[in-house]
């Protein structure tokens, strides 16, 4: 601050004159002297402070410096990159003065020159420094993947800037060229997402409105964001991938940017827009490179090639040009398309350039020769956007609402399902060019994979805030809670049935050894007692021993029969094994409930989406419940298909027809041993009464023996009807595992995203916080910086009011000497004026005789030419010839000698006006000079009295930043803390962590 401001109107200029002798010798371009009267002359009648048209004052130099509604309109020391200079010049639009031709060529040096000079507002003032730090960004531009790790946003707030009731048209939408990362345009917001995971991984804010180009850089550390208000504001941002830091912005443009691009070097920025202007930036400072104006329209897009050799740019009418990155040079004029440039990409070689049209075709340019290598047909209606994979593949959308891929050349088109419902803006490939993005007007970006063509998810330009997120993630926890609940109930039903079936089965097969043990036991008895009979049979009579015998015969074919039954169970369960329907029965059950759950999570995702359109969770289970419904519905299939053929197995399958046979046989022939032994028996009653008795033990033996086998039959038959219950209660665990597992996956899942929700607001309050702490560093910077102003105010005071004083009273003895001075300049004018006019007059008569002259000498060339031989007019003509060249010198010295009066009377007029006006500065001086010093007096105790304010405002400036920093350090601890709750949740690192 200059204490020149606080002078009455008019003063400053006075003083700086008094102050400031000899100033003519070395003189300084300022405000007060030079720009100024410029202004007030052609500027000011709209840029006043009443009427501050588009919010620029001119009338002071504080308020020039201010700004418009636009921003700066001056850079110290860089007229090309001042707004200002560039409007007066006309070399950016609107131009200044409007409806008007340019300024002088004298007045827009003077603002060139003041600009360039540092801005100075009086010829004491000190040069402004330009509030545009330098930036280096500069990079090796290399082919191809870069070394090391690919930028990926880490702890980037995800609060979004914006958030509208609906979302709006899909403006710009980019890919990382080699990590997983997804920018996708919103209204004063980038919203950047993970291309596998869909989630978001951080918000950046883009305050200068709309970002209509969204570009990574091509080594994916940088995004460009380019766009504005239209008719008002245009800029291009870029960004750290990686911080989300805002590192600088290029271009002070008056209306929005449509198209712009990073050379792979990152030194130059290149944009256009609705101006018909391509122009160069210098990321370093801003400064403009060059300025292309060979467009006829407004330019709607521009691409750098990958090796930084080429700049291609397109406008409104069709026009496609290719010109030198670095320099702007022409290159080709590239023919062809019809109507608007919408799209144009370069292939990762740089050797092919593909633009798309509102003509709906697509072109390949050959970058050698300027050669159309291929058109083709790629929406109707228009091609909104196109771009390449890395391996050379191609993606479209148009206004057709379609987007479909095609090979390197444009063949093989593939159009992915479904359409939108409007125009489709545009579209683009992950960085493995495994899926696809893309976007439409009513604010959808669906995502596809490019394999199979099938929906992925959905992203939105404008996602739901934090705090509605969370809400509606706890809220799916809270519904998965009683889900987990009951599946590890009925998990534990099913293993304490399934523990219980296994010991009823245990049970029975213990049974079944005790009575093997229990027959080997009979046998043995069964034994002794025959042998006790055969002993006691030898000393019977005969008719006794033949009666025995017959029994002895029916119980070997009994046991016979015995042994073919045992044969026909153990066939029968051998043809039960071979076709187990129950596992079949139990597999078709189990698909069908995994069916039935993912139709149950459509329904509930579709009518999550009918409550709320945006719902992005909602829109990603849908996607992912329909194609997982599609791979359970084909295994439910195939398990019915199997249940099927089983079944038909099992109802052709029967017991081994020899074993059956064997059995009938044994019957028959016990039958017939029964009958012929019946016969005997009532033939001799006596012998049977006596075979009774001599085979009562080896009855009641064989009685005994016979229960056992029975029950071991019943026995064996329950061991399979265990075995199979147990298999059937077993069978359900492994379900209910499943069903606990899968509930579990989602009650993990779950949680998860509350924990990454919860870390994504602390990462968000960690940036306010940190935003706090640089403006309380700020302010503190700012008091402090004030403070200094005030105390170098205070002695500027001092020394201008001694410099005033002194001045004053050197005053009178100047009045007199210019007094005295100026008789003598105006008798110096006098003195000058008559040998002015003489010289004027001599010149004039000398011009009009030569006139004359040489108009007779060309009557006596006339006359010659008709009369050859008269040689009195051929010497007439020669002589004549000469007396007009005489008079041509004559004249030459004539205005010569004119020239040099007219610079002695200009020099003596000047001298003479330069001495009234510093005699009249001198009086208005003296006239004023009691209230001008009181003027300075006073500005030097305000200044004083403000001192000590200042002085304490900056020490006050302290406290803020302590405070400041503690909200740091609490929130940074709180978002550690948070992000290692989520950390643990993560299910991909702890079955990372179960797998080592």
């Known amino acids: 601050m200059k204490i020149n401001h606080l002078l009455p109107s008019g003063f400053a200029l006075l003083l700086s004159g008094i102050l400031a002798p000899g100033a003519q010798a070395q003189e300084k371009v300022t405000f007060q002297d030079h720009v100024l009267p410029i202004f007030r002359n052609a500027c000011n009648n709209c840029h006043d402070p009443e009427k501050k048209k588009a919010g620029l004052d001119l009338t002071t130099y504080s308020a020039m410096m ?175 991938v990686a911080t989300g830091k805002r590192l600088t912005d290029v271009g002070d443009e008056l209306d929005e940017v449509l198209a712009a691009d990073i050379t792979p070097d990152q030194k130059l920025v290149v944009l256009g827009g609705p101006n018909r202007l391509v122009k160069a930036y210098a990321v370093a400072d801003g400064a403009e490179q060059y300025v292309v104006k060979k467009h006829t329209d407004w330019v709607t897009s521009i691409a750098v090639s990958p090796n930084g050799e080429y700049l291609a740019s397109g406008d409104r009418a069709g026009n496609l040009y290719v010109w030198e990155a670095k320099t702007g040079g022409e290159l080709y004029s590239l023919t062809g398309h019809k109507e608007s440039i919408t799209s144009l990409v370069f292939r990762d070689d740089s050797t092919v350039l593909m633009s798309g049209s509102g003509d709906g075709s697509i072109k390949l340019w050959n970058m050698t020769d300027g050669a159309n290598l291929k058109t083709f047909n790629g929406h109707n209606g228009g091609v909104m956007s196109a771009n390449f994979a890395h391996d050379g593949k191609i993606v479209s959308a148009g206004r057709d609402r379609k987007v479909r891929t095609y090979d390197s050349t444009g063949g093989s088109a593939k159009e992915f399902a479904p359409a939108f419902n409007d125009i489709a803006l545009h579209a683009t490939f992950d960085s493995e060019g495994q899926r696809i993005f893309a976007g439409d007007w009513t604010g959808i970006v669906r ?62 097969l213990a049974a079944v050894d005790k009575a093997k043990a229990d027959i080997e036991a009979a046998k043995s008895a069964l034994a002794d007692a025959e042998r006790q009979m055969t002993e006691a049979v030898g000393k019977a009579d005969k008719p006794v021993r033949d009666l025995i015998d017959l029994r002895n015969n029916v119980q070997q074919k009994a046991n016979q029969v015995a042994s073919a039954e045992q044969g026909v169970r153990e066939s029968e369960q051998a043809v039960r094994a071979a076709t187990d329907l129950k596992s079949l029965e139990a597999a078709v059950a189990q698909a069908q409930a995994q069916v039935d759950e993912r139709t149950k999570q459509i329904r ?87 075979a009774d008795k001599l085979a009562a033990g080896r009855v009641k033996a064989g009685d005994t023996l016979a229960k056992l ?45 509350v924990a990454k929700l919860k870390a994504q607001q602390g990462a968000t309050t960690l940036h306010e916080a940190r935003k706090q702490l640089t403006a309380a560093e700020k302010a503190k910077t700012d008091a402090e910086q004030a403070a200094k102003d005030a105390a170098a105010l205070i002695e500027t005071g001092k020394a201008n009011l001694a410099a005033f004083q002194k001045a004053r009273a050197e005053s009178p003895a100047k009045v007199q000497k210019l007094t005295a001075t100026i008789p003598e300049l105006r008798k110096k004018v006098t003195e000058v004026t008559a040998p002015f006019e003489v010289a004027t007059r001599d010149l004039a008569e000398r011009e009009a005789l030569a006139i004359e002259t040489a108009d007779i000498v060309r009557r006596i060339g006339s006359l010659a030419q008709t009369s050859k031989e008269n040689k009195n007019l051929v010497d007439a003509e020669g002589a004549g010839k000469k007396v007009v060249e ?42 004023t000079a009691e209230r001008d010093q009181a003027a300075l007096k006073k500005a030097i105790a305000d200044a004083q009295a403000d001192l000590p304010k200042k002085e304490a405002a900056a020490k006050e400036a302290v406290k803020p930043i302590e405070t400041a920093k503690a909200k740091v350090d609490q929130a940074k601890a709180d978002y550690e803390k948070l992000l290692s709750e989520a950390d643990k949740l993560d299910p991909a690192k702890t079955a990372q962590a179960k797998n080592g």
């Open 886 to 927: 005489q008079l041509a010198a004559e004249i030459n010295a004539a205005k010569e000698k004119v020239n040099r009066w007219t610079e002695a009377k200009n020099k003596a007029a000047a001298e003479l006006a330069t001495a009234e006006k510093e005699l009249a500065a001198e009086r208005s001086a003296t006239a």
């Open 66 to 240: 201010v700004g418009s509604d636009n921003g700066s309109m001056v850079v110290a020391g860089d007229p090309a990159g001042s707004m200002l200079f560039k409007v007066v010049t006309h070399a950016a639009e609107p131009t200044m003065p409007p409806k008007r031709d340019k300024l002088a060529p004298k007045e827009l040096d003077l603002i060139k020159a003041w600009i360039a000079g540092g801005l100075l507002d009086t010829k004491d003032g000190k040069p402004a420094v330009s509030n545009k730090p330098k930036v280096d960004l500069s990079t090796v531009a290399a082919a191809g993947k870069p070394n090391g790790p690919s930028a990926i946003p880490t702890g980037l707030p995800a609060e979004p800037v914006v958030r509208t009731s609906r979302a709006g048209a899909v403006e710009s939408l980019a890919s990382s060229p080699w990590a997983p990362v997804i920018a996708v345009g919103g209204q004063k917001q980038i919203i950047l997402y993970h291309s596998k995971s869909l989630e978001i991984l951080g918000v950046l804010p883009f305050e200068e409105g709309v970002p209509n180009v969204l570009k990574f850089s091509p080594n994916g550390n940088l995004l460009l964001a380019a766009g504005g208000v239209g008719a008002k504001l245009g800029k291009v941002v870029l960004y750290d």
């Open 709 to 753: 086998r029975t029950d071991l039959s019943a026995a064996e038959a329950q061991v399979q009807a265990k075995a199979d219950a147990a298999k059937a209660a077993a069978d359900k665990v492994e379900p209910a595992k499943k069903t606990v597992a899968d509930a579990t996956v989602g009650w993990n899942a779950a949680r998860f995203g």
């Open 447 to 508: 995502v596809w994979n490019v394999a199979d063509g099938v929906a992925a998810g959905e992203l939105s330009p404008n996602p739901p805030r934090i705090a509605d997120r969370l809400s509606e993630a706890a809220k799916k926890l809270v519904e998965v809670e009683p889900v987990i609940a009951k599946a590890e109930s009925e998990l534990k039903v099913a293993q304490a049935a399934a523990t219980q079936a296994a010991d009823e089965h245990k049970k029975q």
């Open 604 to 690: 509930d995702s579709e009518a999550a989406l009918k409550a709320n359109a945006n719902d992005a969770a909602a829109k990603a289970t849908l996607a992912e419940a329909r194609v997982s419904v599609t791979r359970r519905t084909e295994r439910l299939t195939e398990a019915k298909k199997a249940l099927a053929a089983g079944q038909v197995k099992a109802k052709a399958a029967k017991p081994d027809p020899a074993v059956i046979k064997k059995l009938e046989q044994a019957k028959a022939e016990l039958n017939k041993a029964k009958a012929d032994l019946a016969q005997a028996e009532k033939a001799d009653g006596k012998a049977a009464a006596e």
